[in-house]
């Protein structure tokens, strides 16, 4: 029987991280238990298969990550080790035990040979494997680096720490060349939007920051969310995220003109650790505390029209369902959860 998404995936651990693979149907996960998994998904009932399972970490794995080409699969973890694994049946290739001075948090392939690390204490490292070592190491930020993106030259490297500042490296010329003003709260994600022209950083406050590519010392807007922080977001078109919170809502937000567009999916009440977008961007994966990766179909975002005029919304409206397994009925466990007409961002915001 063919459904709408492929069926939930259930692990023993919560997962914290998964990653999609960019060109087959594959999700990698790692658990709190530092076991990595690989599975194959499907939309055909009864086929999603775990086809490899990894236990090399000895604390927490933290983030997941496919090389570009798809055949390598990086992993980091508390226990301060990156591991390279081969996708096709999960051997160790490449291992940095001893990669950082704290426990690893993010990790980020740059091209099929440069990759960047994050860890708890603010330092980063970008790696070059042809060398078998590190090109830069910088610790600029004071906070936990939480996420990072690269443009798509692979020249500029964005770092979004627990500071509330986001950092700006040089890959090519292997410097440090900024750091933003502090924001309040924790960055906790960093995304490029409008062909790369604007990057979109979320915070643990539910309030979204957006920069200018060419002025990164200082946001050109800012944009609350009625959520209780920003735990993850990830880019579907060139101008809608899907965000996750901890209250375990995954909204979609089209940014400039900035708007909630509704709901996704939810994970009741539990916390959304990690997003992930499959290629051709119709499907969402999402993992959360109860041990689940859940998929959501999100082919009909792309085709949602914005307008910039902002209609006076009636106050305590239901969020609006954006997928048939999105809660959006208003006679349910989220009926209180309403979006609120938003304050109004600054003169001039929604703009490019």
């Known amino acids: ?18 990653a999609l693979h960019p060109a087959r149907p594959l999700l990698a996960a790692g658990d709190v238990d530092g076991d990595v998994y690989l599975y194959s998904y499907s939309c055909t009932e009864g086929e999603n298969q775990q086809l490899w399972s990894s236990g090399h970490h000895l604390k927490s794995c933290r983030d997941v990550a496919f090389s570009q080409d798809g055949q390598k699969l990086f992993t980091v973890s508390k226990d301060k080790s ?15 035990p001893k990669a950082h001075g704290s426990a690893l948090n993010c990790v980020l392939p740059i091209d099929n040979h440069v990759f960047a690390t994050g860890d708890d204490g603010g330092a ?16 600029q930020q004071e906070e936990y680096i939480s996420a990072m993106a690269v ?8 770092t979004a720490s627990g500071d509330g500042t986001l950092g700006v490296f040089n890959v090519k010329r292997r410097r440090f060349e900024l750091l933003s003003e502090p924001q309040n709260g924790d960055l906790t994600s960093v995304v490029l939007l409008k062909r790369g022209k604007k990057v979109a950083c979320g915070s643990s406050e539910g309030t979204i920051y957006l ?6 010392g200082a946001a050109s807007d800012r944009f609350a969310l009625r959520a ?32 909630v567009l509704g709901c996704v999916g939810q ?74 007409a938003e304050p109004e961002a600054a003169a001039g915001s929604d703009s490019d």
């Open 151 to 158: 443009d798509v030259n692979g020249k500029i490297l964005l």
């Open 82 to 96: 990156i591991h390279i694994l081969t996708v096709e049946e999960g051997r160790l290739e490449t291992r940095f």
């Open 211 to 216: 920069f200018n590519w060419d002025g990164f």
């Open 124 to 139: 980063l490292k970008v790696w070059d494997l042809r060398k078998g070592d590190t090109i830069l190491e910088a610790r």
């Open 267 to 340: 994970h009741l009440g539990e916390p959304i650790e990690q997003l992930a977008v499959a290629p051709g961007g119709q499907l969402l994966a999402s993992c959360a505390h109860d041990q689940k990766v859940k998929f959501w179909d999100i082919s009909t975002l792309g085709d949602l029209v914005v307008d910039d005029y902002r209609k006076k919304k009636k106050k305590g409206g239901p969020l609006r369902a954006l997928s048939s397994k999105a809660v959006g009925s208003g006679e349910d466990f989220f009926a209180d959860l309403r979006d609120e």
């Open 1 to 18: 029987r063919l459904r709408d998404t492929p069926e939930d995936i259930c692990f023993e651990a919560t997962a914290n991280a998964i």
């Open 228 to 259: 209780e922080s920003i735990d993850c977001m990830v880019p579907i078109t060139d101008s809608i995220v899907c965000v996750g919170s901890l209250d375990g809502v995954i909204r979609a937000v089209n940014i400039l003109p900035n708007r």
